[in-house]
């Protein structure tokens, strides 16, 4: 099913950009990977953690829930103590579940408590000194790179919780972590999230806390590897669908902007035509009208995350957003002079334009065709926009 984080078989080897990502792991680098939501950037990422390199074992963690610093650790400690990271353990170092609890009581206060840890003081709190100790304590023959997914979300949960200098303070001793060249010989870190770190810093202006760290993209598919795709969803799917050469080319026509996810919607809705009609060789007709059918009741949620995001910003930058997409669902393409001239209007004389901005490219709303001139990464987006954007901020 679209959307979901998918394993093994049913995962699309993105080559490429897992080579990428090996690149710089195999320099040490600790990397910031930017991918706006629903790019299968997590699958990608959990590929990896399945499938490492032989000097490598990961520890995948998601820190979406944490809402300050203390449970940000503690939420790795508990995820050191998962099944699945024992499971990588025991492949890596032959080192189970026992030795693994063993260490972790050794750090003053800790206890093992079901499928986690838990602290016998109360006002004790985990900090990047504790992971640092267990990190050496493991000993581990492998390198660990630990993988935090949803990193912005904990930045900007702490400062809506406890304002600019607890962030600081956070990203100043994660950045403690990753500077630290004897720990850097055991572990490395990347971390990733649907909120674009890299903007979230310039708005916070806390950039120089994160410049250490390499920043990655992940990319769209190409057209052959889109083609790929088309062809690997009937194959994993067991469909009986048979897409032509140029039928597969009119889908990624339809889309623009290939990303997995919403090749993958497209194609569900064109099998379930398909079955309809009972007809298993789809025409470009069908296409269209598998594509028509994406903005049916029935499949809105699959635009959710559109709506989400925008409804995150604060109240003037939603509304600049908001005004700025309005006037390019009008439009082929617009100019930053355009967004710039919106922007400048007194209700938004406050606002900062140039973050808002940033957020609509890396959240994958819009793209630069061409230096300062903008439009919709997808037809699909800007047809949703068109008939819902309204209704639904």
């Not at 690149?23 to 953690?49: N, Q, V």
């Not at 829930?65 to 203390?70: G, I, W």
């Not at 600081?168 to 572990?187: A, E, G, I, P, Y």
């Not at 099998?271 to 009208?289: A, L």
Request: hydrophobic content about 35%.
């Amino acid at each position: 099913m679209s959307g979901q984080v998918v394993f093994g078989e049913k995962y699309f080897k993105r080559e490429k950009e897992q080579q990428k990502v090996w690149r710089y792991l195999d320099r040490g680098a600790h990397i910031i990977l930017l991918a706006p939501r629903r790019s299968g950037k997590t699958s990608m990422l959990r590929h990896l953690e399945q499938n490492p390199k032989e000097d490598y074992i990961f520890l995948y963690t998601m820190v979406q829930s944490c809402t300050t610093e203390q449970a940000f650790y503690k939420q790795i400690f508990d995820q050191l103590y998962d099944t699945d990271f024992i499971k990588n353990l025991e492949r890596a170092n032959k080192k189970g579940k026992e030795w693994l609890g063993s260490v972790l009581k050794s750090i003053e206060n800790i206890n093992i408590a079901g499928s986690g840890i838990k602290l016998a003081d109360k006002t004790r709190h985990i900090t990047h000194q504790d992971l640092a100790m267990v990190i050496r304590k493991l000993q581990l023959e492998k390198k660990l790179v630990i993988v935090v997914d949803e990193y912005p979300d904990v930045i900007e949960s702490i400062y809506e919780n406890d304002g600019i200098s607890a962030v600081k303070n956070f990203m100043k001793n994660t950045r403690t972590l990753c500077q630290d060249t004897s720990l850097n010989q055991m572990v490395q870190f990347i971390f990733t999230g649907s909120i674009g770190l890299d903007s979230l810093a310039n708005r916070l202006e806390v950039s120089n806390l994160i410049n250490d760290q390499h920043k990655l993209s992940l990319s769209t598919l190409n057209e052959t590897d889109g083609l790929a795709f088309i062809h690997f969803l009937t194959k994993k799917n067991d469909s009986s669908l048979k897409i032509t050469h140029d039928v597969a080319l009119y889908m990624l026509k339809k889309v623009q902007w290939l990303m997995p996810y919403y090749i993958e919607i497209l194609w569900e809705r064109l099998e379930d035509h398909c079955f309809d009609i009972e007809n298993t060789t789809p025409e470009n007709s069908d296409v269209d009208t598998a594509y028509n059918t994406l903005f049916n009741q029935a499949y809105r949620s699959n635009f959710n995350h559109w709506v989400e995001r925008l409804n995150r910003l604060k109240k003037s930058e939603k509304a600049l957003a908001k005004e700025f997409l309005n006037l390019l669902s009008t439009s082929k393409q617009i100019s930053y002079n355009d967004y710039f001239n919106i922007s400048q209007q007194e209700k938004y004389q406050d606002t900062q334009h140039g973050y808002v901005i940033d957020c609509l490219e890396h959240d994958g709303y819009i793209f630069e065709t061409e230096p300062k001139t903008y439009r919709f990464t997808s037809p699909i987006l800007k047809d949703w926009w068109n008939r819902y954007a309204d209704r639904a901020l």
